[in-house]
């Protein structure tokens, strides 16, 4: 082998050794496939439900009505009145009326104007308490839209001792006009601090009560005073004296 070809055999085995030996380079990525590679979707929400806190409350405010009316049917049933009507008033919160002077006509508390009927049937539970003299506590109804100079009926009760006294009276302007009956019944609790439960039952000119399920007093209205408000008073001789009442309810007879 002449010098000349030892030559180019030499330099075509350097030249396949180093190809050989050199890395291969990697492809870049293309910018999609990156794109792709590292997107990541958002994770989906689960949806949640947002409470109804008005529904709910009508819920409860209807099933405690339901149950009220249920409990007021028993009561009127038991007694042979009548049950068919609206319930517009259930008591919430109890009512406290406190006297701390004289006040023969009282200190009155009205239940709300927008509370206006002719016929119905009013239970309710009073406690009443003095430090000494004579007091009492009551009940107003039919009264005119101006409690405090109209025309309205009161049944109230005089707490002395061992004589529990009821009255039915008129008044108007504030004030006393003239009694449509008055009269005692045992019935009615007497003692410091004691609770009676009064039922009245009004239709037309005609007025019932109730007391702890004995009918004790009946009394002719007025035939001027078809409908009105409701209120409630404390009634007080020369010391202090509390009215509580609770546990009301108002069902409206329907108009004959």
């Not at 439900?49 to 028993?74: G, H, M, N």
């Not at 206006?116 to 839209?145: H, L, N, Q």
Request: overall charge negative; charged content about 20%; aromatic content about 10%.
């Amino acid at each position: 082998m002449n010098k000349s070809t030892t030559l180019i055999f030499i330099t075509l085995i350097a030249l396949l050794a180093s190809c050989a030996q050199a890395p291969t380079a990697t492809p870049e990525p293309s910018e999609t496939a990156t794109e792709t590679a590292t997107a990541t979707e958002p994770p989906t929400e689960t949806a949640t439900a947002t409470p109804d806190y008005l529904a709910t409350e009508t819920a409860e405010a209807t099933a405690k009505a339901e149950a009220a009316f249920v409990a007021i049917s028993e009561e009127l049933t038991d007694l042979g009145l009548p049950t068919e009507g609206d319930l517009v008033w259930v008591q919430e919160e109890p009512v406290e009326i406190i006297l701390t002077s004289q006040n023969f006509d009282g200190k009155v508390e009205e239940l709300g104007s927008d509370i206006v009927v002719g016929d119905f049937a009013m239970g309710i539970d009073v406690t009443w308490e003095t430090t000494t003299g004579i007091s009492g506590c009551g009940i107003i109804f039919r009264a005119e839209k101006d409690m405090e100079r109209g025309k309205q009926i009161r049944f109230y009760t005089s707490r002395l001792s061992g004589l529990p006294i009821w009255f039915f009276s008129l008044y108007k302007y504030g004030t006393w006009q003239v009694d449509l009956n008055i009269n005692s019944n045992a019935a009615m609790r007497n003692g410091q601090g004691s609770t009676n439960h009064y039922l009245y039952i009004v239709q037309g000119l005609n007025t019932i009560v109730y007391a702890n399920g004995t009918r004790i007093a009946t009394v002719t209205l007025p035939a001027d005073l078809v409908d009105g408000q409701f209120g409630f008073l404390t009634w007080e001789d020369s010391a202090e004296s509390t009215c509580t009442f609770e546990n009301g309810w108002i069902l409206e007879y329907p108009n004959e």
